[in-house]
Protein backbone atom coordinates (compact mmCIF):
# COMPACT_ATOMS: atom_id res chain seq x y z
CA UNK A 1 0.00 0.00 0.00
CA UNK A 2 1.20 3.44 -0.76
CA UNK A 3 -0.41 7.14 -1.44
CA UNK A 4 -0.39 6.27 -4.94
CA UNK A 5 -2.17 3.00 -4.88
CA UNK A 6 -4.55 4.42 -2.63
CA UNK A 7 -5.15 7.28 -5.11
CA UNK A 8 -6.13 4.45 -7.35
CA UNK A 9 -8.60 2.84 -4.60
CA UNK A 10 -10.36 5.63 -4.36
CA UNK A 11 -11.31 6.47 -7.81
CA UNK A 12 -12.09 3.21 -7.90
CA UNK A 13 -14.73 3.64 -4.97
CA UNK A 14 -16.48 6.16 -7.22
CA UNK A 15 -16.41 5.03 -10.41
CA UNK A 16 -19.62 6.85 -11.94
CA UNK A 17 -18.05 10.50 -11.04
CA UNK A 18 -14.72 9.46 -12.18
CA UNK A 19 -15.86 8.21 -15.39
CA UNK A 20 -18.02 11.27 -16.27
CA UNK A 21 -14.66 13.75 -15.69
CA UNK A 22 -12.55 11.17 -17.77
CA UNK A 23 -15.44 11.01 -20.71
CA UNK A 24 -15.61 14.94 -20.99
CA UNK A 25 -11.79 15.00 -21.10
CA UNK A 26 -11.23 12.52 -22.92
CA UNK A 27 -14.33 13.68 -25.73
CA UNK A 28 -12.37 17.47 -25.70
CA UNK A 29 -8.88 16.04 -25.99
CA UNK A 30 -9.93 13.37 -28.45
CA UNK A 31 -11.94 16.28 -30.91
CA UNK A 32 -8.18 18.36 -30.77
CA UNK A 33 -6.07 15.80 -31.51
CA UNK A 34 -8.21 14.30 -34.53
CA UNK A 35 -8.72 17.45 -35.82
CA UNK A 36 -4.81 17.90 -35.30
CA UNK A 37 -4.18 14.53 -37.10
CA UNK A 38 -6.92 14.88 -39.79
CA UNK A 39 -5.22 18.65 -40.77
CA UNK A 40 -1.40 17.36 -40.27
CA UNK A 41 -2.26 14.18 -42.45
CA UNK A 42 -3.84 15.92 -45.23
CA UNK A 43 -1.67 18.82 -45.17
CA UNK A 44 1.06 16.43 -45.68
CA UNK A 45 -0.07 14.28 -48.23
CA UNK A 46 -1.44 17.43 -49.73
CA UNK A 47 2.24 18.94 -49.58
CA UNK A 48 3.55 15.73 -50.65
CA UNK A 49 2.13 15.34 -53.95
CA UNK A 50 2.60 18.92 -54.77
CA UNK A 51 6.43 18.43 -54.79
CA UNK A 52 7.78 19.69 -58.29
CA UNK A 53 4.86 21.26 -59.26
CA UNK A 54 5.37 24.90 -59.59
CA UNK A 55 1.87 25.78 -61.86
CA UNK A 56 -0.37 23.92 -63.46
CA UNK A 57 -2.17 24.69 -67.08
CA UNK A 58 -5.55 23.64 -68.29
CA UNK A 59 -8.83 24.82 -69.23
CA UNK A 60 -10.22 28.14 -68.16
CA UNK A 61 -12.54 27.34 -65.09
CA UNK A 62 -12.21 27.16 -61.24
CA UNK A 63 -8.36 27.43 -60.64
CA UNK A 64 -9.07 24.66 -57.40
CA UNK A 65 -10.92 22.44 -59.95
CA UNK A 66 -7.86 22.22 -61.70
CA UNK A 67 -5.64 21.15 -59.17
CA UNK A 68 -8.25 19.19 -57.40
CA UNK A 69 -8.37 17.29 -60.81
CA UNK A 70 -4.75 17.64 -62.32
CA UNK A 71 -2.54 17.45 -59.16
CA UNK A 72 -4.99 15.08 -56.69
CA UNK A 73 -6.67 13.28 -59.30
CA UNK A 74 -9.99 14.26 -57.05
CA UNK A 75 -12.11 16.45 -59.30
CA UNK A 76 -13.47 16.95 -62.87
CA UNK A 77 -10.99 18.17 -65.26
CA UNK A 78 -12.07 21.72 -66.36
CA UNK A 79 -11.58 20.94 -69.32
CA UNK A 80 -9.23 20.42 -72.77
CA UNK A 81 -6.52 22.60 -74.74
CA UNK A 82 -5.14 22.35 -77.13
CA UNK A 83 -1.61 20.47 -77.71
CA UNK A 84 -0.38 23.55 -79.44
CA UNK A 85 -0.93 26.22 -77.01
CA UNK A 86 0.69 24.01 -74.53
CA UNK A 87 3.78 23.26 -76.38
CA UNK A 88 4.02 26.92 -76.69
CA UNK A 89 4.15 27.31 -73.10
CA UNK A 90 6.78 24.10 -72.37
CA UNK A 91 9.13 26.06 -74.72
CA UNK A 92 8.77 29.36 -72.54
CA UNK A 93 12.47 29.97 -71.53
CA UNK A 94 11.14 30.35 -68.13
CA UNK A 95 9.71 26.60 -67.87
CA UNK A 96 12.02 24.08 -66.03
CA UNK A 97 10.25 21.28 -67.02
CA UNK A 98 6.91 20.31 -67.84
CA UNK A 99 4.49 17.03 -68.09
CA UNK A 100 1.34 17.03 -70.38
CA UNK A 101 -1.95 14.68 -68.75
CA UNK A 102 -4.64 13.32 -70.80
CA UNK A 103 -7.75 12.19 -68.75
CA UNK A 104 -10.34 10.56 -70.64
CA UNK A 105 -10.79 6.82 -68.99
CA UNK A 106 -11.63 4.93 -65.67
CA UNK A 107 -10.66 0.76 -64.99
CA UNK A 108 -13.58 0.56 -62.36
CA UNK A 109 -13.21 4.44 -61.00
CA UNK A 110 -9.76 4.11 -61.06
CA UNK A 111 -8.23 6.90 -63.38
CA UNK A 112 -6.17 5.74 -66.48
CA UNK A 113 -4.01 9.25 -66.85
CA UNK A 114 -1.76 9.70 -70.11
CA UNK A 115 1.32 11.23 -69.46
CA UNK A 116 4.53 11.43 -70.17
CA UNK A 117 7.15 9.09 -68.64
CA UNK A 118 8.58 12.41 -66.84
CA UNK A 119 5.50 11.52 -64.15
CA UNK A 120 6.84 8.76 -62.96
CA UNK A 121 10.20 10.79 -62.11
CA UNK A 122 7.93 13.21 -60.64
CA UNK A 123 6.58 10.92 -58.01
CA UNK A 124 9.79 8.95 -57.25
CA UNK A 125 8.16 5.81 -58.84
CA UNK A 126 9.89 2.69 -58.51
CA UNK A 127 8.55 -0.28 -60.91
CA UNK A 128 7.97 -3.42 -58.71
CA UNK A 129 7.39 -5.92 -61.32
CA UNK A 130 7.22 -5.52 -65.06
CA UNK A 131 8.56 -2.33 -67.22
CA UNK A 132 7.65 1.17 -68.42
CA UNK A 133 5.34 1.18 -71.27
CA UNK A 134 6.53 0.93 -74.93
CA UNK A 135 3.48 0.76 -77.15
CA UNK A 136 0.05 2.26 -77.22
CA UNK A 137 -2.14 0.19 -74.49
CA UNK A 138 0.46 -0.62 -72.08
CA UNK A 139 -0.09 0.61 -68.91
CA UNK A 140 1.49 1.14 -65.29
CA UNK A 141 -0.30 0.41 -62.43
CA UNK A 142 -0.47 2.30 -59.22
CA UNK A 143 0.29 0.03 -56.12
CA UNK A 144 -3.16 1.01 -54.50
CA UNK A 145 -5.00 -0.24 -57.61
CA UNK A 146 -3.73 -3.39 -58.16
CA UNK A 147 -3.90 -3.70 -54.14
CA UNK A 148 -7.78 -3.00 -54.37
CA UNK A 149 -8.30 -4.68 -57.67
CA UNK A 150 -6.24 -7.51 -57.33
CA UNK A 151 -4.34 -6.50 -60.97
CA UNK A 152 -1.63 -8.62 -62.36
CA UNK A 153 1.06 -8.49 -64.67
CA UNK A 154 -0.31 -8.95 -67.86
CA UNK A 155 -3.60 -8.84 -67.27
CA UNK A 156 -6.19 -6.94 -69.96
CA UNK A 157 -8.22 -3.96 -68.28
CA UNK A 158 -11.34 -3.13 -70.20
CA UNK A 159 -11.50 0.64 -69.88
CA UNK A 160 -15.03 2.86 -69.13
CA UNK A 161 -15.34 6.55 -70.47
CA UNK A 162 -15.65 9.00 -68.21
CA UNK A 163 -14.01 9.15 -65.18
CA UNK A 164 -17.01 7.20 -62.92
CA UNK A 165 -17.26 3.63 -62.87
CA UNK A 166 -20.68 4.11 -64.39
CA UNK A 167 -19.49 5.07 -67.92
CA UNK A 168 -19.72 2.99 -71.23
CA UNK A 169 -16.89 1.21 -71.91
CA UNK A 170 -14.72 0.54 -74.81
CA UNK A 171 -15.43 -3.33 -74.98
CA UNK A 172 -13.43 -3.20 -78.19
CA UNK A 173 -10.01 -1.88 -76.82
CA UNK A 174 -8.18 -2.84 -73.65
CA UNK A 175 -5.13 -2.25 -71.88
CA UNK A 176 -2.23 -4.39 -71.10
CA UNK A 177 -0.36 -4.03 -67.42
CA UNK A 178 2.66 -4.35 -68.68
CA UNK A 179 4.52 -2.91 -65.40
CA UNK A 180 3.21 -2.39 -61.22
CA UNK A 181 4.76 0.65 -59.39
CA UNK A 182 5.90 0.04 -55.80
CA UNK A 183 3.95 2.58 -53.46
CA UNK A 184 5.66 6.03 -53.30
CA UNK A 185 3.22 7.57 -50.75
CA UNK A 186 1.75 9.91 -53.49
CA UNK A 187 -1.42 10.40 -55.95
CA UNK A 188 1.00 7.83 -58.27
CA UNK A 189 -0.65 4.75 -56.16
CA UNK A 190 -4.33 5.35 -57.12
CA UNK A 191 -2.97 5.60 -60.97
CA UNK A 192 -3.43 3.89 -63.73
CA UNK A 193 -0.89 5.50 -66.16
CA UNK A 194 -0.17 4.71 -69.94
CA UNK A 195 1.24 6.72 -72.65
CA UNK A 196 -0.71 10.14 -74.28
CA UNK A 197 -0.77 7.99 -77.66
CA UNK A 198 -3.02 5.39 -75.49
CA UNK A 199 -5.82 8.37 -74.69
CA UNK A 200 -5.37 9.99 -78.16
CA UNK A 201 -6.01 7.12 -79.76
CA UNK A 202 -8.43 5.66 -78.25
CA UNK A 203 -10.55 8.32 -78.35
CA UNK A 204 -10.00 9.61 -81.66
CA UNK A 205 -12.39 7.59 -85.11
CA UNK A 206 -11.24 4.47 -85.30
CA UNK A 207 -11.27 4.73 -89.46
CA UNK A 208 -8.65 7.70 -88.92
CA UNK A 209 -5.22 6.40 -89.56
CA UNK A 210 -3.40 8.99 -88.02
CA UNK A 211 -4.58 11.90 -85.62
CA UNK A 212 -3.46 15.18 -86.96
CA UNK A 213 -1.51 16.56 -84.61
CA UNK A 214 -3.50 20.44 -84.72
CA UNK A 215 -6.42 18.56 -83.44
CA UNK A 216 -4.89 16.75 -80.77
CA UNK A 217 -5.72 17.45 -77.25
CA UNK A 218 -4.73 17.41 -73.56
CA UNK A 219 -6.39 18.26 -69.97
CA UNK A 220 -4.00 19.74 -68.16
CA UNK A 221 0.53 20.54 -67.77
CA UNK A 222 2.44 20.63 -64.96
CA UNK A 223 5.31 22.89 -64.87
CA UNK A 224 8.02 23.47 -62.70
CA UNK A 225 10.04 27.01 -63.37
CA UNK A 226 13.96 27.37 -63.65
CA UNK A 227 13.40 30.33 -61.04
CA UNK A 228 10.96 29.96 -58.58
CA UNK A 229 10.52 34.20 -58.52
CA UNK A 230 8.73 33.34 -61.97
CA UNK A 231 5.54 32.02 -60.09
CA UNK A 232 4.41 35.35 -59.52
CA UNK A 233 4.49 36.65 -63.25
CA UNK A 234 4.63 33.92 -65.42
CA UNK A 235 0.68 32.74 -64.10
CA UNK A 236 -0.77 35.87 -64.59
CA UNK A 237 0.47 37.02 -68.03
CA UNK A 238 -0.95 33.37 -69.12
CA UNK A 239 -4.30 33.76 -67.16
CA UNK A 240 -4.44 37.56 -68.98
CA UNK A 241 -2.76 36.26 -72.41
CA UNK A 242 -4.29 33.27 -73.25
CA UNK A 243 -7.20 31.50 -73.07
CA UNK A 244 -5.44 29.10 -70.92
CA UNK A 245 -5.64 28.84 -67.31
CA UNK A 246 -2.69 28.79 -64.43
CA UNK A 247 -3.34 27.87 -61.45
CA UNK A 248 -0.25 27.69 -58.71
CA UNK A 249 -1.27 24.76 -56.74
CA UNK A 250 0.56 25.50 -53.20
CA UNK A 251 -1.48 29.01 -53.15
CA UNK A 252 -4.29 26.97 -54.13
CA UNK A 253 -4.43 24.68 -51.36
CA UNK A 254 -3.78 27.20 -48.71
CA UNK A 255 -6.86 29.11 -49.76
CA UNK A 256 -8.96 25.77 -49.13
CA UNK A 257 -7.49 25.26 -45.80
CA UNK A 258 -8.37 29.07 -44.78
CA UNK A 259 -12.08 27.88 -46.02
CA UNK A 260 -12.14 24.92 -43.88
CA UNK A 261 -9.98 26.17 -41.62
CA UNK A 262 -13.05 28.56 -39.55
CA UNK A 263 -15.19 25.39 -39.33
CA UNK A 264 -11.97 23.30 -37.60
CA UNK A 265 -11.31 26.69 -35.69
CA UNK A 266 -14.74 26.62 -34.12
CA UNK A 267 -14.59 22.80 -33.55
CA UNK A 268 -11.44 23.27 -31.54
CA UNK A 269 -12.93 26.04 -29.25
CA UNK A 270 -16.13 23.70 -28.68
CA UNK A 271 -13.13 20.90 -27.46
CA UNK A 272 -11.62 23.43 -25.50
CA UNK A 273 -14.62 24.51 -23.56
CA UNK A 274 -15.35 20.97 -23.27
CA UNK A 275 -11.78 20.38 -21.41
CA UNK A 276 -12.37 23.12 -18.83
CA UNK A 277 -16.38 22.07 -18.33
CA UNK A 278 -14.05 18.75 -17.44
CA UNK A 279 -11.40 20.85 -15.28
CA UNK A 280 -14.90 22.07 -13.28
CA UNK A 281 -16.16 18.70 -12.97
CA UNK A 282 -12.87 17.53 -11.30
CA UNK A 283 -13.16 19.86 -9.19
CA UNK A 284 -16.69 19.83 -8.25
CA UNK A 285 -16.35 15.90 -7.65
CA UNK A 286 -12.73 16.67 -5.49
CA UNK A 287 -14.52 18.86 -3.25
CA UNK A 288 -17.22 17.30 -3.04
CA UNK A 289 -15.70 13.86 -1.94
CA UNK A 290 -13.54 16.17 0.34
CA UNK A 291 -16.79 16.37 2.89
CA UNK A 292 -18.10 12.79 2.39
CA UNK A 293 -14.14 11.86 2.77
CA UNK A 294 -13.41 14.30 6.58
CA UNK A 295 -13.21 11.63 8.90
CA UNK A 296 -11.57 8.85 6.89
CA UNK A 297 -8.99 11.85 5.94
CA UNK A 298 -8.53 12.93 9.57
CA UNK A 299 -8.01 8.90 10.63
CA UNK A 300 -5.07 9.19 7.60
CA UNK A 301 -3.92 12.03 9.96
CA UNK A 302 -4.47 10.18 13.35
CA UNK A 303 -2.11 7.09 12.01
CA UNK A 304 0.84 9.57 11.22
CA UNK A 305 0.56 10.78 8.18
CA UNK A 306 1.82 14.13 7.20
CA UNK A 307 -0.05 17.34 5.47
CA UNK A 308 1.88 17.10 2.67
CA UNK A 309 1.03 13.45 2.33
CA UNK A 310 -2.88 13.60 2.38
CA UNK A 311 -2.32 17.04 0.01
CA UNK A 312 -0.86 14.20 -2.44
CA UNK A 313 -3.40 11.55 -2.40
CA UNK A 314 -5.70 14.30 -3.88
CA UNK A 315 -3.36 15.68 -6.27
CA UNK A 316 -2.06 11.89 -7.60
CA UNK A 317 -6.42 11.28 -7.63
CA UNK A 318 -6.75 14.46 -10.00
CA UNK A 319 -4.10 13.66 -12.16
CA UNK A 320 -4.85 10.26 -13.01
CA UNK A 321 -7.66 11.17 -14.34
CA UNK A 322 -6.82 13.07 -16.24
CA UNK A 323 -4.09 11.53 -17.46
CA UNK A 324 -6.56 8.19 -18.12
CA UNK A 325 -8.65 11.33 -20.11
CA UNK A 326 -5.85 12.02 -21.97
CA UNK A 327 -4.49 8.50 -22.99
CA UNK A 328 -8.51 7.75 -23.75
CA UNK A 329 -9.02 10.84 -25.57
CA UNK A 330 -5.47 10.39 -27.95
CA UNK A 331 -6.64 6.61 -28.56
CA UNK A 332 -10.57 7.90 -29.89
CA UNK A 333 -8.45 10.06 -32.28
CA UNK A 334 -6.74 7.52 -33.91
CA UNK A 335 -9.84 5.36 -34.10
CA UNK A 336 -11.10 8.67 -35.66
CA UNK A 337 -8.30 8.73 -38.07
CA UNK A 338 -8.82 5.38 -39.03
CA UNK A 339 -12.75 5.45 -38.93
CA UNK A 340 -12.14 8.65 -41.64
CA UNK A 341 -9.40 7.31 -43.85
CA UNK A 342 -11.42 4.22 -44.58
CA UNK A 343 -14.02 6.63 -45.49
CA UNK A 344 -11.70 8.77 -47.38
CA UNK A 345 -10.36 5.68 -49.35
CA UNK A 346 -13.58 4.46 -49.92
CA UNK A 347 -14.95 7.59 -51.62
CA UNK A 348 -12.33 9.03 -53.33
CA UNK A 349 -9.55 6.48 -52.92
CA UNK A 350 -7.35 8.88 -50.54
CA UNK A 351 -6.24 7.30 -47.92
CA UNK A 352 -4.39 8.26 -44.89
CA UNK A 353 -1.92 6.31 -43.06
CA UNK A 354 1.10 7.01 -40.76
CA UNK A 355 0.04 7.95 -37.56
CA UNK A 356 2.44 10.14 -35.39
CA UNK A 357 2.65 11.92 -32.15
CA UNK A 358 2.09 15.32 -33.60
CA UNK A 359 4.14 18.28 -31.37
CA UNK A 360 0.81 19.77 -30.62
CA UNK A 361 -0.27 16.25 -28.68
CA UNK A 362 2.49 17.03 -26.19
CA UNK A 363 1.19 20.11 -25.78
CA UNK A 364 -2.42 18.71 -24.82
CA UNK A 365 -0.66 15.95 -22.61
CA UNK A 366 1.18 19.33 -20.70
CA UNK A 367 -2.79 20.52 -20.70
CA UNK A 368 -4.55 17.89 -18.98
CA UNK A 369 -1.23 17.70 -16.44
CA UNK A 370 -2.27 20.91 -15.77
CA UNK A 371 -5.96 21.12 -15.51
CA UNK A 372 -5.17 17.79 -13.25
CA UNK A 373 -3.57 20.36 -11.18
CA UNK A 374 -5.68 23.42 -11.19
CA UNK A 375 -8.63 21.06 -10.16
CA UNK A 376 -7.02 19.71 -7.63
CA UNK A 377 -5.14 22.47 -6.34
CA UNK A 378 -8.15 24.02 -3.98
CA UNK A 379 -9.09 20.77 -2.47
CA UNK A 380 -5.18 20.06 -2.05
CA UNK A 381 -4.92 23.29 0.17
CA UNK A 382 -8.05 22.69 1.83
CA UNK A 383 -6.81 19.12 2.74
CA UNK A 384 -3.30 20.38 3.89
CA UNK A 385 -4.71 23.06 6.15
CA UNK A 386 -7.64 20.35 7.37
CA UNK A 387 -8.19 20.43 11.32
CA UNK A 388 -8.21 17.32 12.10
CA UNK A 389 -8.85 17.80 16.30
CA UNK A 390 -12.06 19.89 15.48
CA UNK A 391 -13.39 17.15 12.70
CA UNK A 392 -13.32 14.49 14.84
CA UNK A 393 -14.34 16.54 17.70
CA UNK A 394 -17.34 17.20 15.58
CA UNK A 395 -18.85 13.42 15.26
CA UNK B 1 5.78 7.65 31.23
CA UNK B 2 3.18 9.75 30.82
CA UNK B 3 3.07 13.12 32.74
CA UNK B 4 0.83 16.19 32.53
CA UNK B 5 1.19 19.65 34.31
CA UNK B 6 -1.05 22.33 34.60
CA UNK B 7 -2.79 22.15 31.00
CA UNK B 8 -4.49 24.76 29.53
CA UNK B 9 -6.50 24.79 26.97
CA UNK B 10 -8.81 27.54 24.88
CA UNK B 11 -10.80 27.28 22.04
CA UNK B 12 -10.64 31.09 20.50
CA UNK B 13 -10.67 32.56 23.64
CA UNK B 14 -14.10 31.29 25.05
CA UNK B 15 -14.18 28.07 26.13
CA UNK B 16 -11.53 27.41 28.43
CA UNK B 17 -10.19 24.10 30.23
CA UNK B 18 -8.08 23.21 32.83
CA UNK B 19 -6.96 19.94 33.28
CA UNK B 20 -5.73 17.42 36.25
CA UNK B 21 -2.12 16.57 36.04
CA UNK B 22 -1.52 13.18 35.01
CA UNK B 23 1.29 10.96 36.46
CA UNK B 24 1.49 7.49 34.77
CA UNK B 25 4.52 5.06 35.47
CA UNK B 26 4.81 2.93 32.20
CA UNK B 27 2.55 -0.65 32.36
CA UNK B 28 0.24 1.37 34.06
CA UNK B 29 -3.62 2.23 32.67
CA UNK B 30 -5.89 4.85 33.34
CA UNK B 31 -9.60 5.94 33.48
CA UNK B 32 -10.08 9.28 32.67
CA UNK B 33 -13.70 9.96 33.21
CA UNK B 34 -15.89 12.83 33.45
CA UNK B 35 -18.98 14.61 32.09
CA UNK B 36 -19.82 15.49 28.42
CA UNK B 37 -19.07 19.05 27.98
CA UNK B 38 -15.67 18.80 30.55
CA UNK B 39 -12.80 19.01 27.84
CA UNK B 40 -12.63 14.97 27.49
CA UNK B 41 -11.98 14.94 23.88
CA UNK B 42 -10.22 17.95 23.72
CA UNK B 43 -7.19 16.39 26.67
CA UNK B 44 -7.45 13.38 24.59
CA UNK B 45 -6.40 15.31 21.16
CA UNK B 46 -4.02 16.90 23.64
CA UNK B 47 -2.19 14.03 24.57
CA UNK B 48 -2.34 12.36 21.49
CA UNK B 49 -0.85 15.93 19.61
CA UNK B 50 -3.31 16.65 17.47
CA UNK B 51 -4.08 20.07 19.60
CA UNK B 52 -1.34 22.09 21.10
CA UNK B 53 -1.94 23.43 24.95
CA UNK B 54 -1.86 26.96 25.34
CA UNK B 55 0.42 26.51 28.39
CA UNK B 56 1.44 23.44 30.98
CA UNK B 57 3.82 20.62 29.66
CA UNK B 58 2.45 16.77 28.60
CA UNK B 59 5.63 14.82 29.11
CA UNK B 60 5.28 11.15 27.32
CA UNK B 61 8.03 8.72 27.09
CA UNK B 62 10.41 11.21 27.70
CA UNK B 63 9.04 13.66 24.95
CA UNK B 64 7.77 17.25 25.28
CA UNK B 65 4.81 17.46 23.13
CA UNK B 66 4.59 21.31 23.57
CA UNK B 67 7.64 21.65 22.08
CA UNK B 68 7.62 19.65 18.86
CA UNK B 69 6.49 21.25 15.90
CA UNK B 70 3.00 20.07 13.72
CA UNK B 71 5.29 18.10 11.86
CA UNK B 72 7.25 16.48 14.23
CA UNK B 73 4.18 15.70 16.45
CA UNK B 74 2.61 13.76 13.29
CA UNK B 75 5.72 11.44 13.29
CA UNK B 76 5.42 10.79 17.09
CA UNK B 77 2.32 10.43 17.01
CA UNK B 78 2.55 7.65 14.29
CA UNK B 79 5.63 6.03 16.44
CA UNK B 80 3.58 6.04 20.01
CA UNK B 81 0.01 6.11 19.74
CA UNK B 82 -2.43 4.74 18.59
CA UNK B 83 -6.54 6.48 18.52
CA UNK B 84 -9.21 4.08 19.51
CA UNK B 85 -12.36 6.95 18.43
CA UNK B 86 -15.89 6.60 19.70
CA UNK B 87 -17.38 6.25 15.86
CA UNK B 88 -15.13 3.59 13.98
CA UNK B 89 -13.33 5.08 10.91
CA UNK B 90 -12.14 3.79 8.30
CA UNK B 91 -10.71 4.58 4.64
CA UNK B 92 -13.59 3.06 2.96
CA UNK B 93 -12.17 2.25 -0.34
CA UNK B 94 -9.88 0.21 1.10
CA UNK B 95 -10.54 -3.11 2.80
CA UNK B 96 -9.95 -4.12 6.13
CA UNK B 97 -6.22 -5.78 5.36
CA UNK B 98 -5.64 -2.83 3.22
CA UNK B 99 -6.55 -0.08 5.70
CA UNK B 100 -3.71 -1.52 7.98
CA UNK B 101 -1.30 -1.96 5.33
CA UNK B 102 -1.82 1.58 4.57
CA UNK B 103 -1.42 2.34 8.35
CA UNK B 104 1.49 0.10 8.09
CA UNK B 105 2.89 2.51 4.91
CA UNK B 106 2.57 5.26 6.78
CA UNK B 107 4.68 4.65 9.60
CA UNK B 108 7.26 2.90 7.10
CA UNK B 109 6.39 -0.90 8.09
CA UNK B 110 5.58 -3.52 6.31
CA UNK B 111 4.23 -6.78 8.12
CA UNK B 112 1.76 -8.99 7.08
CA UNK B 113 2.20 -11.52 10.18
CA UNK B 114 1.40 -8.85 12.37
CA UNK B 115 -1.50 -7.60 11.12
CA UNK B 116 -2.45 -11.53 10.74
CA UNK B 117 -2.17 -11.97 14.32
CA UNK B 118 -4.10 -9.11 15.05
CA UNK B 119 -6.53 -9.58 13.35
CA UNK B 120 -6.47 -13.55 14.41
CA UNK B 121 -6.03 -12.04 18.16
CA UNK B 122 -9.24 -9.92 17.93
CA UNK B 123 -11.10 -13.17 16.78
CA UNK B 124 -11.84 -11.07 12.81
CA UNK B 125 -8.83 -12.44 10.69
CA UNK B 126 -12.17 -13.64 8.43
CA UNK B 127 -12.83 -10.55 7.63
CA UNK B 128 -9.42 -9.32 6.15
CA UNK B 129 -10.49 -8.70 2.39
CA UNK B 130 -13.74 -7.50 3.52
CA UNK B 131 -15.17 -3.81 2.30
CA UNK B 132 -15.07 -1.94 6.05
CA UNK B 133 -19.10 -1.13 5.22
CA UNK B 134 -19.36 -4.57 4.90
CA UNK B 135 -18.73 -4.80 8.43
CA UNK B 136 -21.12 -5.32 11.60
CA UNK B 137 -20.68 -2.68 14.54
CA UNK B 138 -19.03 -4.83 16.52
CA UNK B 139 -16.13 -5.99 14.12
CA UNK B 140 -16.11 -2.27 12.99
CA UNK B 141 -15.28 -1.44 16.39
CA UNK B 142 -12.10 -4.65 16.82
CA UNK B 143 -11.11 -3.38 13.18
CA UNK B 144 -10.73 -0.20 14.60
CA UNK B 145 -8.99 -1.39 17.76
CA UNK B 146 -6.49 -3.54 15.36
CA UNK B 147 -6.12 0.40 13.14
CA UNK B 148 -4.36 1.75 16.37
CA UNK B 149 -2.02 -1.29 17.42
CA UNK B 150 -0.93 -2.02 14.48
CA UNK B 151 2.23 0.25 14.71
CA UNK B 152 2.97 -1.23 18.11
CA UNK B 153 1.89 2.26 19.87
CA UNK B 154 3.31 2.69 23.65
CA UNK B 155 0.02 4.09 24.15
CA UNK B 156 -3.43 3.31 23.06
CA UNK B 157 -5.93 5.86 23.52
CA UNK B 158 -9.89 5.60 23.19
CA UNK B 159 -12.29 7.84 23.24
CA UNK B 160 -15.52 6.78 24.64
CA UNK B 161 -14.99 3.34 23.22
CA UNK B 162 -18.15 1.82 25.29
CA UNK B 163 -20.59 4.47 25.48
CA UNK B 164 -23.13 2.99 22.88
CA UNK B 165 -22.90 -0.47 24.12
CA UNK B 166 -25.18 -2.33 26.16
CA UNK B 167 -23.29 -3.95 29.65
CA UNK B 168 -22.26 -7.35 28.82
CA UNK B 169 -20.41 -5.64 24.93
CA UNK B 170 -18.91 -2.74 27.38
CA UNK B 171 -17.17 -5.12 29.49
CA UNK B 172 -16.30 -7.44 25.97
CA UNK B 173 -14.80 -4.41 24.68
CA UNK B 174 -13.18 -3.07 27.40
CA UNK B 175 -11.17 -6.48 28.49
CA UNK B 176 -10.48 -6.86 24.71
CA UNK B 177 -9.01 -3.08 24.70
CA UNK B 178 -7.14 -4.31 28.20
CA UNK B 179 -5.94 -7.71 26.87
CA UNK B 180 -4.30 -6.04 23.22
CA UNK B 181 -2.73 -3.43 25.47
CA UNK B 182 -1.15 -6.28 27.52
CA UNK B 183 -0.40 -8.53 24.81
CA UNK B 184 1.51 -5.92 22.80
CA UNK B 185 2.91 -4.31 25.63
CA UNK B 186 1.28 -1.06 25.27
CA UNK B 187 -0.06 1.57 27.52
CA UNK B 188 -3.90 2.34 27.87
CA UNK B 189 -5.85 5.33 28.50
CA UNK B 190 -9.41 5.38 28.32
CA UNK B 191 -11.27 8.87 28.23
CA UNK B 192 -15.40 8.24 28.90
CA UNK B 193 -18.46 9.26 30.51
CA UNK B 194 -19.31 5.78 31.33
CA UNK B 195 -18.78 5.21 35.03
CA UNK B 196 -19.37 1.01 34.74
CA UNK B 197 -15.62 1.19 33.40
CA UNK B 198 -14.86 2.36 36.64
CA UNK B 199 -14.60 -1.29 38.35
CA UNK B 200 -11.82 -2.46 35.40
CA UNK B 201 -9.16 0.24 36.51
CA UNK B 202 -7.19 0.55 39.24
CA UNK B 203 -6.05 4.37 38.42
CA UNK B 204 -8.64 6.90 38.17
CA UNK B 205 -8.92 10.47 37.77
CA UNK B 206 -11.69 12.63 37.37
CA UNK B 207 -12.35 15.78 35.81
Not at chain 1, 146 to 158: F, R
Not at chain 1, 253 to 274: C, D, M, N, P, Q
Request: aromatic share 8%; glycine share 6%; charged share 20%.
Amino acid sequence: MNIFKLSIKNIFNKPLSSLITVALLALGIGIISLLLQLNSLIKDQMENNLRGIDMVVGAKGSPLQLILSSVYHIDSPTGNISLEEAEEISNNKMVGSSIKLLYGDNYKGYRIVGAEKKLIELYKGVIKQGKEWDNPYEVLVGSKVYEKLNIKLGDNLITSHGLRETGQSHSDKSFKVVGLLESSNSVMDQLIITSPESVWNIHSSHDDEEYEDENKEITAMLIKFKSPMNIIRFPRQINENTNLQAAVPSYEISRLFKLFGFGIETLTYLAYLIIIVSGFSLFINLFNSMNDRKYEMALIRTLGASRFQLSRMIIFESLILTIAGFAIGLLFSRFGVMFVSSLMDESINYNLDSIKILNEEYWLLGLSFLIGLISSLIPAIQVYKMNISKILADE
Amino acid sequence: MIKTKEIKFNYDNQVFFKFHDINLESGENLLIIGNSGIGKTTLLHLLSGLLKSNSGSIELFGKELTKLSSFQLDIFRRDNIGIVFQKPHFVNSLTVKENLELAQYIANKKDNKRIENILKNLNIFDKLNKKTNQLSQGEKQRVSIALAIVNSPKLILADEPTSSLDDDNCSNVIKLLKKQATDFGAQLIVITHDSRLKKHFKKSIEL
